[in-house]
T-cell receptor
Framework: DGGITQSPKYLFRKEGQNVTLSCEQN?????MYWYRQDPGQGLRLIYY???????QKGDIAEGYSVSREKKESFPLTVTSAQKNPTAFYLC??????????????FGPGTRLTVL | QKEVEQNSGPLSVPEGAIASLNCTYS??????FFWYRQYSGKSPELIMF????GDKEDGRFTAQLNKASQYVSLLIRDSQPSDSATYLC??????????FGPGTRLSVLP
């Protein structure tokens, strides 16, 4: 089955700790995205990558970092600089980035809570 | 700042009625429009997409697009309690990223 997997499903972070959220896709999609969703809110773009070894900041990149060493993988690190990281994190991918005619597919999400 | 606006709801309709969800967008260059359904605690799943002015039907769902008015809507006929969810409108411009609205919470009452 093709799809997007995210792990872990739930993650707890202590103050001052960096944590990494995993996102893997086997859809052969070129573009991958990270969104943050707060309760009752829409999706806000953190980072995106359209090709391997290249990524761009989204609207709320401060306190986050990413890498794209493989087409299938786009991990997100939430650093200690992110002061309010408690949220639901969604990874998405799409083929043919930039065409505007392809939907984004989402992973199941990771719920991050700061202790 | 490109924006997508939706009424946050909740929108309550009785079972079997038509639910009408609305979305407006600010970027006149927007090319493609998507409706996602999101159940509580779950990730969004695509319901419909529409690229051209007019109506597009898929089962109980109809998407309507009016680019001149910068307006897109989703109609759900014969609403079922299982349709109770948050519906996200997403807009995309050629070469740009998706912009999501805040979502409308729909409650279908048995």
């Amino acid at each position: 089955d093709g799809g997007i997997t995210q792990s872990p499903k739930y993650l707890f972070r202590k103050e001052g700790q960096n944590v990494t959220l995993s996102c893997e896709q086997n859809l052969n999609h070129d573009a991958m995205y990270w969104y943050r969703q707060d309760p009752g809110q829409g999706l806000r773009l953190i980072y995106y990558s359209q090709i391997v070894n290249d990524f761009q900041k989204g609207d709320i990149a401060e306190g986050y970092s990413v890498s794209r060493e493989k087409k299938e993988s786009f991990p997100l690190t939430v650093t200690s600089a992110q002061k309010n990281p408690t949220a639901f994190y969604l990874c998405a991918s799409t083929t043919a980035p930039g065409t505007g005619y392809n939907e984004q597919f989402f992973g199941p999400g990771t719920r991050l809570t700061v202790l | 700042q490109k924006e997508v606006e939706q009424n946050s709801g909740p929108l309550s309709v009785p079972e079997g009625a038509i639910a009408s969800l609305n979305c407006t967008y600010s970027d006149r260059g927007s090319q493609s429009f998507f409706w996602y359904r999101q159940y509580s605690g779950k990730s969004p799943e695509l319901i419909m997409f529409i690229y051209s002015n007019g109506d597009k039907e898929d089962g109980r769902f109809t998407a309507q697009l009016n680019k001149a008015s910068q307006y897109v809507s989703l109609l759900i006929r014969d609403s079922q309690p299982s349709d109770s969810a948050t519906y996200l409108c997403a807009v995309n411009n050629y070469g740009q990223n998706f912009v999501f609205g805040p979502g409308t919470r729909l409650s279908v009452l048995p």
